[in-house]
């Protein structure tokens, strides 16, 4: 099974309890940044650009688990910033699994070799580490010499302590699919248990650096990313890469992947702020979810970003009886 199978059971179980109570707008996956600090400047992050006057702010470890209480969604993915710069990351990590959440944890690797030496594997716990390219690529992209190196040890040490580990990569307008290509055969000669793609999208606090997709660049791109699909262990999923591709036609799901920081919860999405809430519910209720989306909202114009459309292929697959063939066959792959 592609996906561990407690959280194919979690997910669906969770799925299947808000469609028969009819309930039209549910969170899949919270994306906790505890705190926007980082070790790194890469050049494609809008984190310490749009958070550039509050970067030293932290969330409070009762404020992060009372987050995960706030918002049901089965899975937290902690990112950031770097989250092994947050002081309580260890009991942020604890608390949450000890709530029967599966956690994602985003980590540029510079410093997860030493930090996993106080950490244990746990059935519900993934690091996901950013590797955007081989060794002049990635360090380019990162800027700091030697973050490639640092990576794949991290993760070849993660592996042989025993974690699950999968990888991140995007997609730019100068990547070189080869090279990709080839950077996916060494994460799966370390034994990484996964991997996701996604393209680069220009948004407000990056929009004066070039090297972003727009949706026809994307599609020409993910057509040779969609191949690579059938022969390496993606975990985005088939209909997202068709969508990514141009053979789907899919509309964002924004309240699908709710972002919680230290200003509060950020609507409407991701890459788009207009504003912090208090709580999950005051956000999912004064949000008007309707007026975003690709031919709702300037901003969305090229966006096909993983975390609004995702959430969406949910909701998709279960109305074609092919669709729904497809990805239990590339599940069970």
Same mark, same amino acid.
């Given at each position: 099974?592609?996906?561990?199978?407690? #959280?194919?059971?979690?997910?669906?179980?969770?799925?299947?309890?808000?469609?028969?109570?009819?309930?039209?707008?549910?969170?899949?996956?919270?994306?906790?940044?505890?705190?926007?600090?980082?070790?790194?400047?890469?050049?494609?992050?809008?984190?310490?650009?749009?958070?550039?006057?509050?970067?030293?702010?932290?969330?409070?470890?009762?404020?992060?688990?009372?987050?995960?209480?706030?918002?049901?969604?089965?899975?937290?993915?902690?990112?950031?910033?770097?989250?092994?710069?947050?002081?309580?990351?260890?009991?942020?990590?604890?608390?949450?699994?000890?709530?029967?959440?599966?956690?994602?944890?985003?980590?540029?690797?510079? #410093?997860?070799?030493?930090?996993?030496?106080?950490?244990?594997?746990?059935?519900?716990?993934?690091?996901?580490?950013?590797?955007?390219?081989?060794?002049?690529?990635?360090?380019?992209?990162?800027?700091?010499?030697?973050?490639?190196?640092?990576?794949?040890?991290?993760?070849?040490?993660?592996?042989?302590?025993?974690?699950?580990?999968?990888?991140?990569?995007?997609?730019?307008?100068?990547?070189?699919?080869?090279?990709?290509?080839? #950077?996916?055969?060494?994460?799966?000669?370390?034994?990484?248990?996964?991997?996701?793609?996604?393209?680069?999208?220009?948004?407000?606090?990056?929009?004066?650096?070039?090297?972003?997709?727009?949706?026809?660049?994307?599609?020409?791109?993910?057509?040779?990313?969609?191949?690579?699909?059938?022969?390496?262990?993606?975990?985005?999923?088939?209909?997202?890469?068709?969508?990514?591709?141009?053979?789907?036609?899919?509309?964002?799901?924004?309240?699908?992947?709710?972002?919680?920081?230290?200003?509060?919860?950020?609507?409407?999405?991701?890459?788009?702020?207009?504003?912090?809430?208090?709580?999950?519910?005051?956000?999912?209720?004064?949000?008007?979810?309707?007026?975003?989306?690709?031919?709702?909202?300037?901003?969305?114009?090229?966006?096909?970003?993983?975390?609004?459309?995702?959430?969406?292929?949910?909701?998709?697959?279960?109305?074609?009886?092919?669709?729904? #063939?497809?990805?239990?066959?590339?599940?069970?792959?």
């Amino acid at each position: 099974m592609r996906f561990p199978w407690r #959280l194919n059971y979690d997910l669906t179980k969770y799925i299947i309890k808000n469609n028969l109570n009819k309930v039209e707008k549910y969170p899949l996956v919270l994306m906790l940044e505890p705190t926007h600090l980082c070790n790194l400047t890469c050049s494609g992050c809008g984190r310490i650009r749009e958070y550039a006057n509050t970067i030293n702010d932290m969330m409070s470890l009762d404020d992060c688990l009372k987050s995960v209480d706030e918002c049901p969604a089965p899975v937290v993915t902690i990112t950031g910033g770097e989250p092994f710069l947050y002081p309580h990351i260890y009991e942020l990590v604890q608390g949450i699994l000890d709530r029967g959440r599966h956690i994602m944890f985003c980590t540029n690797a510079v #410093l997860m070799e030493e930090s996993i030496k106080k950490m244990q594997p746990h059935p519900n716990l993934t690091f996901n580490v950013h590797m955007d390219g081989l060794e002049q690529t990635h360090d380019r992209i990162l800027e700091r010499k030697g973050c490639f190196k640092t990576g794949m040890a991290a993760i070849k040490a993660a592996k042989a302590k025993g974690f699950r580990v999968c990888t991140n990569t995007t997609i730019f307008t100068d990547t070189d699919l080869v090279e990709i290509e080839m #950077l996916f055969q060494q994460l799966e000669e370390l034994g990484v248990d996964g991997i996701l793609v996604a393209p680069g999208f220009s948004y407000e606090a990056v929009e004066e650096e070039k090297q972003f997709l727009v949706r026809l660049e994307i599609e020409k791109k993910f057509r040779q990313v969609y191949e690579m699909s059938k022969k390496h262990r993606f975990w985005s999923t088939p209909m997202y890469l068709r969508f990514l591709k141009g053979e789907k036609k899919l509309q964002c799901t924004p309240w699908g992947n709710p972002t919680r920081n230290p200003q509060g919860w950020k609507a409407p999405c991701y890459l788009i702020t207009d504003g912090h809430y208090p709580t999950f519910k005051e956000m999912m209720e004064q949000v008007n979810w309707d007026s975003y989306g690709v031919g709702k909202d300037p901003r969305c114009a090229q966006c096909m970003m993983h975390c609004g459309f995702e959430p969406t292929v949910v909701t998709e697959v279960g109305k074609s009886p092919k669709d729904i #063939l497809e990805m239990m066959l590339w599940n069970l792959s």
